[in-house]
């Protein structure tokens, strides 16, 4: 019953999506793939905008929380009344971040479901108009070859077949290496957006001396920003090449979302980046 829910509203809908931009262009799954990127990344500018205002209005509460945990650091309980009354004030709820993620998690779990069941011949799910549209009523085959690479295969497969360091393997994990450029890139990017003054260096602390909660997490959160990128390379290198082509895509998207919503931070974070890039390399 929730399986075929899931498939008539979300999963079936998405998959012909896909195929219809595949046909607008020219039969190229490469281009449909970062079609459909683009279109659904614009589609969550209304809740990143939402998540964005709330951030702003969180970041304002921030000398009222600081002055309540000074002053009630010994009584947990007043502490949490007095927070929860400076939330309700601004409208917070702790719920809201997981309401604006879940979307954002639900497309990108369906796109690499249908990703991979396109690349790998599996069309269940295709309406009748959409077929007969694709193939004209003759057996649908889909052409998964974009640039050099074909979709349906990975860094792993074709090194098997041709060598590690082959020219062809080289481009294949090149697409890998991309996916880990760019998230890494859009994650840079939208720290210094969120923290234009620096504010997540930490100063040198003395050998006795502990770091502060809020400090550990911003070491935590600069430690992630490496792991994500490295980890998603390794995850990429097995995964058929279309998925990299996705991931690509949706994360340099995620820097034209933000452009979108606020020119000319974006533009002044980006030069940021940039610069802080470069300083890294010298």
Avoid: H
């Amino acid at each position: 019953m929730l399986g075929t829910i899931w498939n008539n509203i979300v999963y079936y809908p998405i998959l012909n999506l896909l195929l219809a931009f595949y046909a607008l262009f020219g039969n190229n799954l490469g281009l449909a793939i970062i079609a459909i990127a683009i279109v659904f990344r614009l589609l969550l500018i209304p809740l990143m905008n939402k998540q964005r205002e709330m951030t702003k209005k969180m970041s304002s509460l921030k000398p009222q929380l600081d002055q309540i945990q000074k002053k009630y650091k010994n009584n947990p309980e007043k502490l949490s009344q007095e927070q929860v009354k400076l939330y309700k004030k601004v409208g917070y709820n702790p719920l809201g971040c997981f309401v604006t993620f879940l979307p954002q998690l639900i497309i990108l779990s369906v796109l690499i479901q249908v990703i991979r069941n396109v690349t790998g011949g599996t069309l269940d799910g295709i309406y009748p108009f959409m077929e007969s549209w694709l193939n004209g009523g003759a057996s649908l085959s889909i052409n998964t070859q974009f640039l050099i690479w074909d979709l349906t295969k990975s860094y792993n497969d074709i090194a098997a077949e041709v060598g590690k360091f082959a020219p062809l393997s080289l481009g294949y994990f090149l697409l890998s290496f991309l996916v880990g450029v760019s998230q890494y890139f859009a994650s840079k990017f939208t720290q210094t957006l969120q923290n234009p003054a620096g504010l997540t260096e930490t100063k040198k602390k003395a050998k006795n001396e502990e770091l502060s909660a809020e400090e550990m997490q911003k070491k935590m959160s600069g430690s992630f920003m490496y792991i994500l990128p490295l980890s998603t390379i390794f995850i990429t290198i097995s995964a058929p090449a279309a998925l990299s082509l996705y991931w690509v895509i949706q994360s340099f998207m995620l820097v034209f979302q933000y452009l979108l919503m606020d020119k000319e931070k974006s533009k002044e974070a980006f030069k940021k980046t940039l610069s802080k890039l470069k300083a890294k390399k010298k």
